[in-house]
T-cell receptor
Framework: DTGVSQDPRHKITKRGQNVTFRCDPISEHNRLYWYRQTLGQGPEFLTYFQNEAQLEKSRLLSDRFSAERPKGSFSTLEIQRTEQGDSAMYLC???????????FGPGTRLLVL | SQQGEEDPQALSIQEGENATMNCSYK?????LQWYRQNSGRGLVHLIL?????REKHSGRLRVTLDTSKKSSSLLITASRAADTASYFC?????????????FGTGTRLQVTL
């Protein structure tokens, strides 16, 4: 257990539905990342927060995806109008200041039917 | 997109043997990190090597970095069944505001009794 938690751990939804995932980073960690990992691949960067500011987004993050970190603590990732191609593991990671090591949560596995 | 490739894609060894995994990447980096992922779980940080370092040790782990060849290797000595997992290399470089990690495709290690 790294101290980063994610909820839910598993989500099954039907195509076209909206889903929201939550990440609780290690307290006091001001930097937070979201990654997506498809089967048999390494994680791919989606977006980055420093405190409450979303400072970078990947081109992978289509307009159906939105992420927030309203108070600079927990973060949410919402996918609207889910598609089967969104099926993946969504991972959250946090770190403090100038640290180099990212601490990953257990991930949320999404299956879109 | 993935930064590079890992080799081999899968490795099966017996307990007590050494396991060597290789990672190649494409661009200049600040550091290279190795992570372990047990099936369906989050990633756990193993070791970090900076671009100006050539070799680093941590317990049964030894990592090397050759920036001229843009490659790294991870050696796990005296492997144990508990080492069974997927291993990913990840490179970090400063692009924009996020020092995001770019992962390889991973090596699946199976250690049998």
């Amino acid at each position: 257990d790294t101290g980063v938690s994610q909820d839910p751990r598993h989500k099954i939804t039907k195509r076209g539905q909206n889903v929201t995932f939550r990440c609780d980073p290690i307290s006091e960690h001001n930097r937070l990342y979201w990654y997506r990992q498809t089967l048999g691949q390494g994680p791919e960067f989606l977006t980055y927060f420093q405190n409450e500011a979303q400072l970078e987004k990947s081109r992978l993050l289509s307009d159906r995806f939105s992420a927030e970190r309203p108070k600079g603590s927990f973060s949410t990732l919402e996918i609207q109008r889910t598609e089967q191609g969104d099926s993946a593991m969504y991972l959250c990671a946090s770190l403090l200041g100038l640290q180099e090591t990212q601490y990953f949560g257990p991930g949320t596995r999404l299956l879109v039917l | 997109s993935q930064q590079g490739e890992e080799d081999p894609q899968a490795l099966s060894i017996q307990e007590g043997e050494n396991a060597t995994m290789n990672c190649s990447y494409k661009t200049s980096i600040n550091n290279l990190q190795w992570y372990r992922q047990n099936s369906g779980r989050g990633l756990v940080h193993l070791i970090l090597i900076r671009s100006n370092e050539r070799e680093k040790h941590s317990g049964r782990l030894r990592v090397t970095l050759d920036t001229s060849k843009k490659s790294s290797s991870l050696l796990i000595t005296a492997s144990r069944a508990a080492d069974t997992a997927s291993y990913f290399c990840a490179t970090e470089r400063n692009t924009g505001t996020a020092s995001k990690l770019t992962f390889g495709t991973g090596t699946r290690l199976q250690v049998t009794l």
